[in-house]
């Protein structure tokens, strides 16, 4: 495992001008899906709890497609089979689009985390004390104020927990990258086992570099959760947390 490290250390971890590594096309991979992602699903999710039908019934379906349907599957269409339609061959700003598979790898992992981040949110909302809502129409809050102030904020902290547990998922299914030619982790650890046929280590260092990442995230979520969740615990916890 050091002597492929050794030699394959440069398109693991290092990145020149010329070209990145794959330790930063996987954290971009991941960091660009995940706020598309995040952006697109909090308005998605308060549809999706809202008792318009011409609202709900949309998020609905496009939650289930993409939580129904495999990731890998969903990558494919875009990489392969959308370019092979002559609506976006003949239009140059698609074609330049999907002709490029970093693009269609994050378009694909963006659409498939947001489904799955709808639900989470649109979740922790249906999850909001019908105590907390009517105090704030009582005062007078307008439903977008309310939303605002109240309704998403106290959401987005309760979801935490569970959307910590979408981050990580999400990195792992960035090893589908590879699908449409986008020099990932894996890519760089699948190139080193075809020029030294040693399997064992060269996917070995890729999981190591996988596990420090989750890590890293995991360290970060429980932080934030220490931080903006602090108000859910007993207080006697709370006493000896900070003790």
Not at 72 to 97: D, K, N, P, W
Not at 120 to 128: H, K, L, M, Q, Y
Request: with cysteine.
């Amino acid at each position: 495992m050091i002597q492929i490290f050794a030699e394959y250390w440069r398109p693991f971890l290092y990145s020149d001008g010329m070209r990145a590594s794959g330790l930063v096309v996987t954290l971009w991979l991941l960091a660009a899906s995940i706020a598309l992602g995040f952006c697109a699903a909090v308005p998605l999710a308060c549809g999706r709890v809202s008792r318009n039908r011409w609202l709900s019934t949309p998020v609905r379906v496009y939650t289930y497609v993409f939580r129904g349907t495999p990731l890998y599957v969903q990558l494919l269409l875009l990489y392969t089979g959308m370019y092979s339609l002559e609506v976006v061959r003949t239009q140059s700003l698609l074609e330049a689009f999907f002709k490029s598979g970093f693009n269609c790898a994050i378009l694909a992992f963006a659409l498939n985390t947001c489904a799955y981040t709808t639900e989470i949110f649109a979740g922790a909302i249906r999850g909001i004390s019908h105590g907390e809502v009517e105090a704030a129409r009582a005062y007078g809050m307008s439903t977008f104020t309310m939303y605002r102030r109240l309704i998403l904020p106290s959401a987005l902290r309760r979801a935490l927990p569970l959307y910590s547990n979408e981050v990580i998922l999400m990195l792992h299914a960035t090893t589908v990258a590879f699908t449409a030619t986008v020099p990932d982790i894996l890519k760089v650890a699948r190139d080193a086992n075809s020029a030294t046929y040693q399997s064992f280590e060269s996917f070995g260092i890729a999981a190591l570099l996988y596990v420090a990442i989750s890590f890293a995230l995991v360290a970060a979520f429980r932080r934030a959760e220490q931080r903006w969740l602090a108000y859910l615990r007993p207080a006697g916890a709370a006493r000896t947390s900070r003790t």
